[in-house]
């Protein structure tokens, strides 16, 4: 599955690059944009969870080579994270924030003129560079009191109240949504998903989850002026 996601960008930019030229005139743009996230983390064995809500913003440039095609390069600020659902617990609460700095580099695909739809798809990669958490007091004092019970292993699935043990980060995203030129710059609107390739806490065999991948939805709206 990895491999095949991992394929899918290489297909689309070779189709870019021998696709049949034309009299096209190429146009190159900057831009800046932000927007919500809606996060999670595919945790396995599964936690339980409710949505993490965060915010991104950051720079993008986009680059038109051909009719319908072109890419999209970004650098961008954004929180990510999850939030644990405690529906038998209700004094229980438990919340996760990982800011990271990430690089998406996207082929984008359009159709239309002065109103398009577009499509963007490709990789990206990201660096953790800070992370916070707020847990309840009652969870808290649950955890302590379970811990200090000799060989009670509570304590080991918990692990992903620690700190994150890999800051490096990649994977796949891909959006679709409207953008619409102007005689003042473009503006994109898009919905996007990130499926997460990487892991934020060690898988080895002896470690308790195998699995802790960032899945996250995004709301973004980009505005561009161009340069060429």
Known sequence: MKRFLLIIPGI???FMLFAQRTDFKQEFFLGAGGGMTFSSVDFVPKVSQKTHNGFQGGISAKY?????????LEMNFVQRGWTEDYE???EYSYTR???YFEVPFMTHIYFGNNSRFIFNIGPQISYL????SSMSEALADDI???????ENSFAVPEERYENASHKFDYGIIA???FALKTGIGDFDLEGR???GLGDILNNRREDYYSRSAHRIIEAKLTYYFKLL
Do not use: D, M, R, W
Request: charged content about 10%.
């Open 12 to 14: 689309l930019c070779g």
């Open 64 to 72: 038109i080579s051909e009719k319908h095609l072109g890419l999209i």
């Open 88 to 90: 038998n617990n209700p």
């Open 97 to 99: 924030t990982l800011n």
């Open 129 to 132: 560079l800070s992370e916070s």
């Open 144 to 150: 302590a009191q379970q811990q200090s019970v000799e």
């Open 175 to 177: 959006g679709i949504g």
């Open 193 to 195: 998903y990130y499926f």
